[in-house]
């Protein structure tokens, strides 16, 4: 169902769904140019949805924002303003009856990785999981030594240049971790086979750390 979250001064719209009997909710965070209507979000949320798993697929930018970033690259990278609507999207779903019960986790992409780790950082209590999936960690390097969800950093294996990100990344995080490999995949994870391996190891992970 299509939903509006008031954060901030503007208002950001998503498409949530929950299965019956819901353990928990994932909450997708991305940046520029992938969103709540991105293929690839879809795929992954429809897999965590087949293990029990509720999803928030949500646009961070408003569509004016997306527009002008699409020439001028402003918002991609404004990292405080992408976590602060992330902690808002956080917030929201400790307040909504629908999903107010539900343990969190969150699901980010290249700069949506860095807002999700920073809203795990400033939510310990709320976010219980994260998996990035060929995310940029380390644009939220203040914010790792404070993250304490279990983090699943996954990186295409030709993806050389985020791959040593990662790798520097995860050892600043304190927080029970894994960096995961996809061998032969790419940035977008286009390969054959390569996005199902993302949504398997998602789903696992969120599955074991959003039980009840």
Do not use: C
Not at 130 to 149: C, E, F, K, Q, T
């Amino acid at each position: 169902m299509a939903v509006e979250l008031p954060i901030g001064d503007v208002t950001l719209y998503a498409d949530l769904d929950i299965p019956q009997g819901a353990t928990g909710i994932v909450a997708f965070a991305h940046g520029s140019g992938s969103g709540r209507h991105s293929p690839r979000n879809q795929f992954v949320a429809r897999e965590l949805r087949d293990r029990g798993l509720a999803t928030l697929l949500l646009d961070l930018l408003t569509e004016d924002e997306e527009a002008r970033d699409a020439y001028s690259g402003a918002w991609r990278f404004n990292i405080p303003l992408l976590t602060a609507r992330v902690v808002g999207t956080v917030d929201w779903l400790a307040r909504d009856e629908r999903t107010r019960a539900l343990p969190v986790g969150l699901f980010g992409a290249s700069t949506g990785a860095a807002a999700a780790l920073g809203a795990a950082a400033q939510r310990p209590d709320r976010v219980r999981a994260v998996v990035s999936r060929g995310g940029r960690p380390d644009l939220a390097a203040s914010a790792l030594p404070d993250v304490r969800a279990p983090t699943l950093l996954i990186v295409g294996g030709d993806d050389t240049l985020v791959l040593g990100l990662n790798e520097d990344a995860a050892k600043q995080l304190t927080a029970p971790h894994e960096l995961r490999v996809v061998p032969g995949a790419g940035h977008l994870f286009e390969e054959p086979g390569a996005l199902e391996l993302v949504a398997r190891y998602a789903a696992d992970w969120f599955t074991e750390h959003l039980r009840g």
